[in-house]
């Protein structure tokens, strides 16, 4: 079974019972993905919430260990206006906790629960994370329905017919009523990188694009997403970043020609410029000892790139997580951060943010300020 059939047949499944009045009492999701765990979370709470009666409460709570005690509390006692009630909890950060201590304060909550509750009583727990430590509580959720997804592993050059992705892009599709070619994908893919978020957000554009086709070809894909002036303004971030102020230069005037926004060349830059703030401090915490400025792309991949895709949520999600993008993006990035100093990174961010405010609300002319923003942070002034 591929990731792509087991994320949406178990979500189906207990949606499903819900639906068919065999909620579960208690459900846990986890996965090292954000976007899998925020819609699945989302979809079951949709399909409960639908389920209460009338007058039902409905809280979300905080997740540390020192809450375990809270949410028990909510889930054990009653309500003045109806029997039933549903608890949140989509940062439940203490499945997480490691230590002895810690550890036995996991597993008499697990206990608990699975004593069973109440009557009416739902309880819905999730996070972002993976491995053993979360594994282990949820076994010990005898009585509870959990919900584990792998992360998919897409990478760049991946035959089509193997690429998890593509079989959950199909998935996603086909429930919108369409279909989307191989072709079409690769465009896509291209463009919009392996980020599950901002994929589907861009295949539900798509879908009111396309309408009644029914099926997504390469050019639907090129004609939502501009991928040709996303292409550029990566250029430009790449050769600001690189100090390479002619070539900055020279293709910010074609971007000025295409009239491409300009809040949106600001925002690719600063793009740019905190993935390298990102890859500075993961070379300082985190691969401390590794000559990252003499690896190639495949020492880097092997040494390197395993140690870094444990700490991806901690980035969030989206263009903003630096190590959502293509293993051979990253490897760019940290070669580049190798070059820079973290001063200069952020100094460059400050003169971003600035140049964003300006462009919103000074006098002065677009161009004018964005040519005096690339003076600035391609290290020529």
């Given amino acids: 079974m591929s990731n792509s059939d087991s994320y949406f047949a178990k979500l189906d499944e207990v949606v499903g019972k819900i639906r068919a009045g065999r909620s579960p009492s208690v459900c846990f999701i986890f996965s090292d ?75 008499r909550f697990a206990r608990r629960l699975s004593a069973g509750v109440p009557e009416g009583r739902f309880c819905i727990l999730s996070t972002v994370a993976g491995g053993a430590t ?30 998890p992705l593509f079989a959950f892009a199909q998935e996603a599709v086909t429930r919108m009523g ?10 896509l893919k291209e463009s919009v990188g392996t980020d599950l978020r901002t994929m589907v957000n861009e295949l539900e554009k798509l879908h009111i694009f396309v309408r009644d086709k029914k099926a997504i070809s390469p050019k639907d894909v090129k004609a939502v997403v501009p991928q040709s002036r996303q292409q550029a303004a990566y250029e430009l971030a790449d050769a600001v970043a690189e100090g390479n102020i002619g070539l900055a230069f020279q293709t910010l005037s074609k971007l000025i020609q295409d009239r491409t926004p300009e809040l949106l060349i600001v925002q690719s830059l600063a793009s740019k410029f905190r993935h390298l703030l990102q890859a500075k401090i993961l070379i300082k915490r985190h691969l401390k000892g590794k000559n990252i400025k003499t690896m190639g792309f ?55 943010s600035e140049a964003d405010e300006a462009l ?5 002319t677009k161009d004018e300020l964005l040519r005096d923003l690339l003076f600035h942070i391609t290290g020529a002034s």
Wanted: net charge positive.
């Fill in 33 to 107: 993905d954000e976007f899998l765990v925020s819609h699945a979370r989302r979809k079951i709470a949709k399909a409960q919430a639908a389920q209460l009666a009338e007058g039902a409460d409905v809280l979300t709570l905080p997740g540390d260990l020192g809450d375990l005690n809270s949410i028990l509390t909510e889930i054990l006692s009653s309500s003045l206006f109806s029997p039933q009630k549903l608890i949140l909890v989509p940062d439940f950060s203490a499945a997480t906790e490691r230590g002895a201590k810690n550890k036995a304060q996991l597993e």
């Fill in 134 to 163: 979360i594994a282990a509580f949820a076994k010990q959720l005898t009585s509870a329905t959990v919900l584990s997804f792998p992360k998919f592993r897409s990478y760049p050059g991946m035959m089509v017919s193997k690429d």
């Fill in 178 to 187: 369409m279909s989307i070619s191989a072709d079409a994908f690769l465009v």
């Fill in 298 to 352: 495949y020492t880097f991949r092997d040494e390197a790139l395993g140690q870094l895709e444990p700490l991806i949520p901690k980035f969030g999600s989206g263009h903003s997580n630096l190590l959502t993008k293509s293993p051979f993006i990253i490897f760019k990035t940290f070669k580049l951060a190798t070059e820079l100093t973290q001063r200069r990174v952020a100094a460059a961010l400050i003169k971003l």
């Fill in 360 to 364: 919103k609300s000074s006098l002065a």
